[in-house]
């Protein structure tokens, strides 16, 4: 062969692997640089289970690297879990923290190696080295949980009193500070004036002390203890609870649990209870009367906007906000996108859970 036909067939080959490279470099979610860690807080909630499963599938179908991790609810572990993601060359880190105050130097060590962090559905606190935060509208859950009870009791127009019994959820979970401050902007202008009491006095006098009725972890025995607690103290002699303020489905659980084994059962007397999350056991506590509502939010839509984040980094485009004023960090403005929650009651499970796929008819026991 001569050096001209060499030459050729040199440039030949070379025009045939450049459709290659491009193909290479542009694969869904910018696949050759898509090495995804995903910390999820725990295992002992439905939903987070749901959540970690649903964006690993999404990214690894994008063609994704992904360590999937969860961290049983201790700390240390997920600052070691966020440390192997890191040394093992993820360049995008989401993470649904356990304590959101906790993790800056670990994220420092993320920083030094350009790793971009999108907080998932908790905010991380006290860092500069938060790039995004996908969640959903946290003080609204709260409103619509408020709301649910002002309108059901019709607190504006009652003589009262109601007995009342607020909870709120985990004080290391930055979401729950929200939770409450939405539920409690609505109802405690009702406690104030006295048509809402709350027999055990646990009634925070402003948003700021939320704390003091929190459940930490948001774990469901220890708000049944609370409640265990409250009702053998303060509700003798024929008192009965009326409504209880719960955060979140866990939490609502426990307080089931409590109600049942002091005598309540489903009726005319049967306290109304808030929840939030949808989870299977929940949804059939609503059906069977033992819970009045949860505030659904679709975990598939926060999963769906992360994977878009990802995929608007991985290709080095703007990544797409909704709201740069509302989650100060206590360092900085974290921009974040807020995905809208909805009420689900008894008559809406059909129409809103089930035809939507987000739960199946047998498992809540309808089919």
């Known amino acids: 062969m001569s050096h001209k036909t060499r030459f050729v067939a040199l440039l030949a080959a070379g025009a045939l692997m450049l459709p290659l490279a491009a193909c290479a470099s542009t694969t869904p979610g910018g696949a050759a640089n898509c090495n995804v860690g995903i910390t999820m807080p725990t295992r002992s909630l439905e939903r987070w289970i749901n959540d970690g499963e649903q964006l690993q599938k999404k990214l690894k179908d994008a063609g994704c690297t992904v360590d999937l991790q969860y961290a049983d609810n201790k700390v240390d572990q997920q600052i070691s879990q966020i440390q192997n993601q890191i040394a093992g060359g993820a360049k995008i880190l989401v993470i649904a923290s356990i304590d959101g105050t906790a993790l800056g130097p670990v994220l420092e060590e993320a920083a030094k190696q350009t790793v971009k962090v999108i ?20 003080y609204k859950v709260g409103q619509l949980q408020g709301n649910f009870l002002k309108d059901q009791l019709k607190l ?3 003589a009262g009193p109601i007995n009342f019994e607020p909870f709120a959820g985990s004080p290391d979970d930055n979401n729950a500070k929200f939770f409450f401050a939405g539920a409690w902007d609505v109802l405690l202008p009702y406690v104030q004036k006295g048509t809402l009491v709350v027999p055990s006095g646990k009634a925070p006098k402003s948003n700021d002390e939320w704390t003091s009725i929190g459940i930490q972890s948001w774990q469901s025995d220890k708000a049944q203890a609370e409640m265990d607690n409250r009702l053998s103290s303060f509700y003798t002699g024929g008192k009965k609870v009326q409504a209880v303020l719960s955060p979140n489905d866990s939490l609502a659980i426990g307080i089931v649990a409590s109600l049942k084994s002091a005598g309540y059962a489903p009726g005319a007397d049967y ?9 299977k056991a929940n949804v059939k506590a609503i059906l069977a009367g033992e819970q009045a509502m949860t505030v659904w939010k679709d975990t598939r839509k926060l999963g769906d906007r992360v994977f878009t984040m990802i995929q608007q980094i991985t290709k080095g485009e703007k990544v797409e906000v909704n709201d ?28 809103k859970l089930i ?12 089919g």
Do not use: C, H
Request: zero cysteines.
């Open 119 to 138: 907080a998932y559905d908790r905010l991380i606190n006290g860092s500069p080295n938060v790039d995004y935060y996908a969640t959903f509208d946290n």
């Open 156 to 158: 504006d127009s009652a």
């Open 271 to 279: 306290p109304m209870i808030t929840g939030q999350d949808g989870d």
């Open 324 to 351: 740069e004023k509302t989650y100060n960090n206590g360092v900085k403005v974290v921009p974040s996108y807020l995905i809208e929650p909805e009420v689900v009651t008894k008559d809406l499970v059909q129409s």
């Open 355 to 366: 035809d939507s796929g987000f739960l199946k008819a047998s498992d809540v026991g309808l």
